[in-house]
């Protein structure tokens, strides 16, 4: 997009919203609320009394957080044991963790997974 192009995107966002801001300054909610806003702060101000005062009266409980449970740390899984497997028909040896060995699934598809099991030494 030119420059020039986002340039007027933007513009016409622009007055879009501004015109969105002129229709909500007239709402009478948001003048009651504006009025209401005002009222409170010069009350509050005149007995020298914060928002925070005000909520901790209305709501003694409300300052404070509940109690959060303990939560129990995350048990870490076991380490996997080295395994050594030894290949009878050619005397080859490998270890490994876990069966995706690429020598192993080369034995498990020739030979059968039960077989390689049982070729297991430590």
Do not use: C
């Not at 016409?12 to 919203?17: G, M, N, R």
């Not at 003048?31 to 509050?44: D, G, V």
């Not at 005062?53 to 076991?78: N, W």
Request: glycine share 6%.
């Amino acid at each position: 997009m030119s420059r020039l192009a986002e340039f007027r995107q933007l513009e016409q966002k622009l007055a879009a919203q501004l015109a969105e801001l002129e229709a909500m300054k007239g709402s009478p909610e948001l003048q009651r609320e504006i009025e209401f806003e005002t009222k409170l702060r010069n009350l509050l101000a005149k007995y020298e009394f914060s928002l925070r005062d005000i909520i901790s009266l209305l709501d003694p409980q409300g300052g404070r957080r509940p109690a959060q449970p303990a939560v129990a740390p995350k048990a870490r899984r076991r380490a996997r044991q080295v395994k050594q497997y030894k290949n009878p028909h050619t005397g080859e040896v490998i270890e490994t963790k876990g069966g995706n060995h690429a020598k192993m699934k080369a034995w498990k598809a020739e030979h059968g997974a039960d077989e390689v099991e049982n070729w297991l030494v430590r």
